[in-house]
């Protein structure tokens, strides 16, 4: 019967048909080529951003290592821009494209994921809204697992990112681990970013005591920027 239909819907004059949004209804014409372009640009430090992370004063996190951080995310912002800059050389062979390609992917989302990060904490925020708490209950059991699978994740040997992405093509939340900067991200919008290497933390503990940074660092991630990306993504 399910064939029949879609069979029908196929051979319908009367109506667009999309695999995976079923039934287009007054579906818009193709868009000519050359009716748009795009505006290159650079990337650039984020100042407000900056001043954000560096002129408050964050509970378990000093302002020595946000300081320090943030000189890294410059560093991001830099190298990318570099990289940008010698990809689009013609004089480079073959070989040399492929490695600028791969080292791009590490400093790019080295910027993308700072911003994110240093965006979703707060030195004082607000209880996160009975509306959030209730989404994340639904995926994770209740709230608490979910900061708890937050440390575990962040627990995973070497360096990286716990990440809460929203797939859009299952309708959850996803919380995974990132390595370094580019490997293992999950398919969809970022909802959460929580740094993980040393770099983060290593001027406040001790190398070995991640778990007693990332204990703190759920205390002071701001809910309120959290479901904001969230309903953004939805």
């Known amino acids: 019967m399910h064939i029949l239909v879609v069979l029908a819907l196929l051979s319908s004059s009367r109506c667009s048909f999309h695999p995976f949004s079923g039934p287009l209804k007054n ?15 650079e990337y650039s430090v984020n100042e407000t951003l900056v001043d954000w992370v560096t002129k408050n004063n964050f509970p378990g996190i000093s302002n020595k290592m946000m300081v320090e951080h943030v000189d890294l995310y410059r560093g991001y912002v ?7 800059a010698n990809m689009a050389k013609s004089s480079i062979d073959s070989v040399m494209k492929l490695e600028l390609g791969r080292r791009f ?6 910027v993308h994921l700072h911003e ?26 209740s709230f608490n697992k979910f900061l708890e699978r937050i440390q575990i994740i962040g627990g995973t040997r070497g360096t990286g990112w716990v990440t809460m992405t929203l797939d859009k093509s299952l309708n959850r939340l996803i919380l995974n681990w990132v390595d370094e900067h580019q490997d293992g991200q999950s398919i969809g919008d970022v909802i959460l970013a929580v740094d993980c290497w040393e770099h983060a933390y290593i001027k406040d503990y001790k190398s070995t005591a991640r778990g007693d940074y990332l204990q703190n660092l759920v205390k002071i991630i701001d809910w309120e920027v959290v479901e904001r990306r969230l309903k953004a993504a939805m």
Do not use: W
């Open 27 to 41: 579906a818009s014409p193709k868009r000519p080529v050359g009716t748009y372009k795009l505006s290159p640009q």
């Open 78 to 84: 830099k190298n990318a821009n570099t990289l940008l």
């Open 105 to 110: 992917g590490f400093e790019a989302n080295g």
């Open 116 to 141: 994110l990060f240093f965006s979703n904490l707060h030195p004082s925020p607000a209880s996160p809204s009975e509306n959030l708490v209730s989404v994340i209950s639904d995926e994770f059991g």
